[in-house]
């Protein structure tokens, strides 16, 4: 059984930081990309960043320059570090990872933590 949980969510205020992580565990062979994606009120969920297994990432426009993502591999665990967070950085952040196990392979996915930044 893979469980993925996410945790550092909070209420912060404009220009503040907050780190996210994402934590993978189980009977785990490999956590391969892994994305952190957001979803305000009425709006669509989008792909914030993401990292391959090498170590390779990828930025949403809205996010390059403030948000940095990064993995511990010692840990199955994936970090993002939000910087200079802005009102419009309001949603629940989710992440989602490909994970290999001994038996097959899934995309599995977080319950989400809420990010709430006040102006």
């Known amino acids: 059984q893979v469980q993925l949980v996410e945790s550092g969510g909070g209420l912060v205020q404009a220009g503040g930081s907050l780190r996210l992580s994402c934590a993978a565990s189980g009977s785990i062979y490999s956590v391969n990309t892994v994305g952190w994606y957001r979803q305000a009120p009425g709006k669509q969920r989008e792909l914030v960043a993401s990292i391959t297994g090498g170590g390779s990432t990828y930025y949403a426009d809205a996010v390059k320059g403030r948000f940095t993502i990064s993995r511990d591999n010692t840990k199955n665990t994936v970090y993002l570090q939000m910087n200079s967070l802005k009102p419009e950085d309001t949603a629940v952040y989710s992440c989602?990872?490909?994970?290999?196990?001994?038996?097959?392979?899934?995309?599995?996915w977080g319950q989400g933590t809420q990010v709430t930044v006040s102006s």
């Open positions: 989602s990872a490909d994970i290999e196990t001994y038996t097959d392979q899934h995309d599995y």
